[in-house]
């Protein structure tokens, strides 16, 4: 089983970046999906997230309007799209996989790092 992101970096503020993890190993379409973030010193927090099929998804308040989850069940995959970046955004950011309410499955992070 693997959970492996892509896709961060370094930004400029108000820049975009899109986040991407691939799943392998597991029956993707079954899973719920969420990406979590950890800062330095800070506790690891909820981004985003989107039910087996896509279909519902919710989202920290502090990124609300600003990121988009999504998911290609054909490509097993799962996306974030960040738009608006603050230097507060800066964290490595985990992918998750979710069965029943429960986690199943965590990546190995990306690091975002938002700066001028």
């Known amino acids: 089983v693997q959970l492996v992101e892509s896709g961060g970096g370094l930004v400029q503020p108000g820049g975009s970046l899109r986040l991407s993890c691939a799943a392998s190993?597991?029956?993707?379409?079954?899973?719920?999906m969420s990406w979590y973030r950890q800062a330095p010193g800070k506790e690891r927090e909820l981004v985003a997230g989107?039910?087996?099929?896509?279909?519902?998804?919710h989202y920290g308040d502090s990124v609300k309007g600003r990121f988009t989850i999504s998911r290609d069940n054909a490509k097993n995959t799962v996306y974030l799209q960040m738009n608006s970046l603050k230097p507060e955004d800066t964290a490595v950011y985990y992918c998750?996989?979710?069965?029943?309410?429960?986690?199943?499955?965590w990546g190995q992070g990306t690091q975002v790092t938002v700066s001028s």
């Open positions: 989107i039910n087996e099929a896509g279909g519902a998804t």
């Open positions: 190993g597991f029956t993707f379409s079954s899973y719920a």
């Open positions: 998750s996989a979710w069965r029943f309410g429960s986690l199943a499955y």
